[in-house]
């Protein structure tokens, strides 16, 4: 089974292992199907899922919607993570022109309400930022998330892909802690290792969520030099501690990070799931850390 932990010292608390749904749409399953696959990665202890509003073109959220109509009762056995802030172009909004981000309080409290509708829930449990938004009026934003959370309608805020002043500038004005900055970590790309995003997290005792850690599959198929060398290390770590597949090397990798991030999964095969959860057991010496980013990044440390 997998752990519950709690993500900031004031809640709440997660699975270790997040599901995520952005491809949700793609995964071509009846809304039973999409039950099955719910309960079967909670009864394995993956009880916190991953949405945003745009994910699947707006259709995710509906998608898994449909899916707990049919069981009204897994809404109180799992955790919903869900975010908002980017207006995508396309069908469903043809008077926009470009996409853009809007963090104003009428687009917040709509797409809430919206994701509360698709979801077939009341409550959000933690609802982020998902792009920072250079128009981003600190103070609304603040205003905004004291009157959902009074009105019930999300109980813990975060931010996705923030940089630690952007973080600061939010928390500022807020009076609870921000619980989580979502944010892409796999061995291709670990640039928040460097920019003191994880250094922000482990100071507030916070857990950030980490997307893409298999890096969309380019880590497998890839053929660049960086993608070889980094694949080549992990097959041979792999081979080393004993694990079934290197997706297993890249989780333990991103979990050995002190912060101690959150893996977000994104496959719709329960197998993958497991192949997931199994891979807790390992934990990488630091040598064997550090050789994936030296892959990585080219050279030696300096």
Same mark, same amino acid.
């Given at each position: 089974?997998?752990?519950?932990?709690?993500?900031?010292?004031?809640?709440?608390?997660?699975?270790?292992?997040?599901?995520?749904?952005?491809?949700?749409?793609?995964?071509?399953?009846?809304?039973?199907?999409?039950?099955? /696959?719910?309960?079967?990665?909670?009864?394995?202890?993956? &009880?916190?899922?991953?949405?945003?509003?745009?994910?699947?073109?707006? +259709? %995710?959220?509906?998608?898994?919607?449909?899916?707990?109509?049919?069981?009204?009762?897994?809404?109180?056995?799992?955790?919903?993570? &869900?975010? %908002?802030?980017?207006?995508?172009?396309?069908?469903?909004?043809?008077?926009?022109?470009?996409?853009?981000?809007?963090?104003?309080?009428?687009?917040?409290?709509?797409?809430?309400?919206?994701?509360?509708?698709?979801?077939?829930?009341?409550?959000? @449990?933690?609802?982020?930022?998902? *792009?920072?938004?250079?128009?981003?009026?600190?103070?609304?934003?603040?205003?905004?998330?004291?009157?959902?959370?009074?009105?019930?309608?999300?109980?813990? /805020?975060?931010?996705?892909?923030?940089?630690?002043? +952007?973080?600061?500038?939010?928390?500022?004005?807020?009076?609870?802690?921000?619980?989580?900055?979502?944010?892409?970590?796999?061995?291709?790309? /670990?640039?928040?290792? @460097?920019?003191?995003?994880?250094?922000?997290?482990?100071?507030?005792?916070?857990?950030?969520?980490?997307?893409?850690?298999?890096?969309?599959?380019?880590?497998?198929?890839?053929?660049?030099?960086?993608?070889?060398?980094?694949?080549?290390?992990?097959?041979?770590?792999?081979?080393?501690?004993?694990?079934?597949?290197?997706? +297993?090397?890249?989780?333990?990798?991103? *979990?050995?990070?002190?912060?101690?991030?959150?893996?977000?999964?994104?496959?719709?095969?329960?197998?993958?799931?497991? &192949?997931?959860?199994?891979?807790?057991?390992?934990?990488?010496?630091?040598?064997?850390?550090?050789?994936?980013?030296?892959?990585?990044?080219?050279?030696?440390?300096?």
């Amino acid at each position: 089974m997998v752990a519950k932990v709690s993500i900031s010292p004031q809640g709440p608390v997660f699975s270790e292992l997040v599901q995520g749904y952005w491809r949700m749409a793609e995964w071509g399953m009846s809304p039973q199907q999409r039950l099955s /696959f719910l309960k079967q990665h909670v009864e394995l202890g993956v &009880t916190t899922v991953d949405h945003a509003d745009i994910y699947g073109n707006y +259709q %995710c959220e509906l998608l898994f919607g449909e899916a707990l109509a049919l069981d009204k009762s897994m809404r109180d056995q799992i955790e919903i993570v &869900t975010k %908002c802030d980017i207006h995508l172009c396309g069908d469903h909004t043809p008077e926009r022109k470009i996409n853009h981000y809007d963090t104003s309080k009428q687009h917040i409290v709509a797409s809430v309400n919206n994701s509360l509708s698709r979801l077939n829930i009341e409550n959000i @449990d933690v609802l982020l930022i998902h *792009r920072p938004d250079a128009l981003m009026n600190a103070d609304e934003v603040a205003e905004t998330f004291l009157a959902l959370k009074k009105a019930g309608k999300v109980t813990h /805020f975060g931010v996705s892909n923030h940089s630690p002043r +952007q973080f600061e500038l939010l928390q500022s004005r807020l009076d609870e802690p921000l619980v989580t900055n979502q944010v892409e970590i796999n061995p291709l790309n /670990f640039d928040v290792v @460097d920019d003191g995003t994880l250094d922000q997290m482990q100071t507030q005792n916070t857990r950030p969520m980490a997307w893409s850690c298999l890096a969309g599959g380019g880590i497998f198929s890839g053929n660049s030099e960086k993608e070889t060398r980094v694949r080549n290390e992990l097959e041979a770590i792999r081979q080393e501690i004993g694990a079934e597949s290197i997706d +297993q090397v890249i989780y333990a990798w991103v *979990r050995r990070l002190p912060s101690k991030p959150l893996p977000i999964i994104g496959s719709g095969k329960i197998e993958r799931v497991q &192949t997931a959860i199994a891979a807790l057991k390992f934990e990488l010496t630091r040598e064997q850390w550090y050789r994936v980013w030296v892959a990585s990044k080219g050279y030696g440390v300096p």
